[in-house]
């Protein structure tokens, strides 16, 4: 049994590690706040712009342009998303195997040299490089600051490859954001562009709360479910829409709008779900601390106890034998 100098040292310790793990969940905290506010504030733009693509579509469905159009895939560029730091997780560790398994499956297919990666985020850049892929840039800043001017940079770049046909097709590797608990791995194409996936994909976030536990959030989703009942829907938008010159030629501006939206959608959800996941692995942390606390201060007791019990037993045994 250790001693109760050292459990006191332990306990001392164990004190120490959860202010820190307390104080980043807090830190952890804040940030996903900011994260979901940014979200917040191009969700009224991509709302627009999905409405107006959907209404045209509609209107004319054979409308086509190059960013949408299928071809033999020779090339593929991967665009992966992750964060600049540790404690957080599976976080990292879980989009980077999920790239290791689409460049794998790709180079099995189409050959070695078939893939090439586009990183945003140090952790990710470093473990393509040192798997050996070709790493085409390193974004890692912009995970600390995101920035719509370099998403629509990368866009362009990536646009201009795809419609010189240097790559043949496009995917983004990140973890959609749906709420504080909840950050879904995902795959998807990003050129060409599937439009009808797309404008039908998962639009579900919860960008109120930060609370991570899974009753809690069923309970706040029923009540705001019943609201949005109360409330009734609001009116359609007007969709009487005159084109012009023509379908095609407002969808050739429509369509790069809507990948450097994807992109910087994407990079939003990466940043909100590792702020997510770090505020998680903090408070799991912050609970087993407590934990650990607990059955020390227990250990510390006894061993306290058995020490004054021993101590009264020779004080008894000395006067009995005077």
């Not at 393509?128 to 790493?135: E, F, M």
């Not at 097709?169 to 990003?190: M, N, P, W």
């Amino acid at each position: 049994m250790a001693s109760l100098k050292e459990i006191k040292g332990r306990i001392a310790s164990v004190k120490s590690t959860r202010k820190i793990t307390s104080a980043m969940k807090m830190v952890a905290n804040s940030k996903l706040h900011h994260a979901q506010v940014a979200i917040q504030n191009m969700l009224p733009y991509e709302t627009m712009l999905e409405h107006i693509l959907k209404s045209f579509l509609a209107a004319e469905a054979e409308a086509q342009t190059i960013f949408d159009q299928e071809r033999p895939v020779k090339r593929v560029a991967l665009v992966v998303f992750s964060s600049n730091s540790s404690l957080c997780g599976g976080f990292n560790s879980n989009v980077i195997k999920l790239m290791q398994r689409t460049a794998d499956a790709y180079i099995q297919e189409l050959g070695q040299g078939s893939v090439e990666v586009w990183p945003i985020g140090r952790k990710v850049t470093e473990k393509a490089r040192k798997l050996g892929y070709d790493v085409k840039c390193d974004k890692a800043p912009l995970v600390d600051h995101p920035n719509v001017h370099e998403c629509i940079e990368i866009a362009m770049e990536l646009g201009r490859k795809f419609a010189e046909g240097e790559i043949d097709r496009v995917e983004i590797l990140y973890h959609h954001f749906k709420s504080a608990g909840s950050q879904v791995l995902t795959k998807k194409q990003f050129l060409p562009i599937d439009l009808e996936s797309e404008l039908e994909r998962d639009h579900e976030r919860d960008l109120t709360t930060n609370i991570v536990t899974k009753k809690a959030q069923d309970y706040l989703k029923k009540n705001r479910r019943k609201k949005a009942a109360k409330e009734g829907e609001t009116a359609p938008l007007n969709d009487n829409f005159i084109v012009e010159p023509d379908m095609n030629t407002v969808l050739s501006l429509l369509l790069p709008k809507m990948a450097h939206l994807m992109l910087y959608t994407a990079l939003l959800d990466s940043v909100a779900s590792e702020h997510a996941a770090r505020m998680v692995a903090m408070q799991t942390a912050t609970d087993n601390a407590d934990e650990m606390l607990r059955q020390l201060n227990l250990q510390y007791n006894k061993g306290r106890q058995q020490a004054i019990t021993t101590e009264l037993l020779d004080i008894v045994g000395g006067s009995q034998e005077n």
